[in-house]
């Protein structure tokens, strides 16, 4: 799956192009991360959850399977719904592009799935070091407000310092350090950033009826 600094990059864009005011901006950015908080992998969250529940994964479309559940909220911008569904997005058009590529690709032949696993994260999660970003999360009152928001969502059950957690590891900077010294196995920057901007493009088609996004 792509990083969390990938989901808010890609979230800080759409963002810009919805003009949401500043409360509403911080409610979409966790939405762009919700569906991994409770997985427990980075923060130190008190409920966990697995990951084919908060990701609605129960046939092939994620996206899919959320919007139709959560259609109308969608439909009216609701900021920490279309964040969660952007998400879901964003992680379905970064792997479909990953599993569809390495097929062709010598660097897949003989590697089993979770062999291709390792290589996706690793990419991935370079691509990840590119960015650094924040929620914008200023004091307690303001995660209490946004756990209000995100368990709204069934899937979903965090608490305000979990969302507390998430903003100082992302301030921190602590995601992929590990990584920093590393080279792209599979992808470059430059397709990557391709990439990035094609998925924020459909994803606009999709689901905001920009047709000339």
Same mark, same amino acid.
């Given at each position: 799956?792509?990083?969390?600094?990938?989901?808010?990059?890609?979230?800080?864009?759409?963002?810009?192009?919805?003009?949401?005011?500043?409360?509403?901006?911080?409610?979409?950015?966790?939405?762009?991360?919700?569906?991994?908080?409770?997985?427990?992998?980075?923060?130190?969250?008190?409920?966990?959850?697995?990951?084919?529940?908060?990701?609605?994964?129960?046939?092939?479309?994620?996206?899919?399977?959320?919007? +139709?559940?959560?259609?109308?909220?969608?439909?009216?911008?609701?900021?920490?719904?279309?964040?969660?569904?952007?998400?879901?997005?964003?992680?379905?058009?970064?792997?479909?592009?990953?599993?569809?590529?390495?097929?062709?690709?010598?660097?897949?032949?003989?590697?089993?799935?979770?062999? &291709?696993? #390792?290589?996706?994260?690793?990419?991935?999660?370079?691509?990840?070091?590119?960015?650094?970003?924040?929620?914008?999360?200023?004091?307690?009152?303001?995660?209490?407000?946004?756990?209000? +928001?995100?368990?709204?969502?069934?899937?979903?059950?965090?608490?305000?310092?979990?969302?507390?957690?998430?903003?100082?590891?992302?301030?921190?900077?602590?995601?992929?350090?590990?990584?920093?010294?590393?080279?792209?196995?599979?992808?470059?920057?430059?397709?990557?950033?391709?990439?990035?901007?094609?998925?924020? &493009?459909?994803?606009?088609?999709?689901?905001?009826?920009? #047709?000339?996004?």
């Amino acid at each position: 799956m792509p990083g969390w600094n990938i989901h808010l990059e890609a979230g800080v864009r759409l963002a810009k192009k919805l003009k949401f005011s500043a409360s509403k901006r911080r409610e979409f950015l966790l939405g762009c991360l919700l569906p991994d908080i409770n997985n427990g992998y980075i923060n130190r969250v008190k409920v966990t959850k697995p990951h084919h529940s908060t990701h609605y994964a129960y046939n092939q479309k994620s996206s899919l399977n959320f919007y +139709a559940d959560h259609k109308k909220a969608i439909n009216q911008k609701i900021p920490i719904y279309l964040g969660y569904l952007f998400h879901l997005y964003t992680d379905g058009y970064f792997n479909y592009d990953f599993f569809r590529t390495i097929k062709h690709s010598p660097l897949g032949e003989g590697k089993d799935h979770d062999a &291709k696993l #390792k290589i996706k994260h690793h990419d991935f999660w370079i691509y990840d070091l590119n960015f650094r970003h924040c929620l914008g999360i200023k004091s307690l009152s303001e995660a209490k407000a946004l756990a209000t +928001a995100a368990n709204q969502i069934s899937a979903i059950e965090i608490i305000p310092e979990d969302i507390l957690d998430v903003e100082r590891i992302l301030a921190g900077g602590e995601l992929n350090k590990n990584l920093i010294q590393e080279k792209y196995l599979f992808y470059t920057k430059d397709r990557l950033d391709t990439l990035l901007d094609d998925m924020i &493009k459909n994803f606009s088609q999709d689901y905001l009826g920009e #047709k000339n996004a």
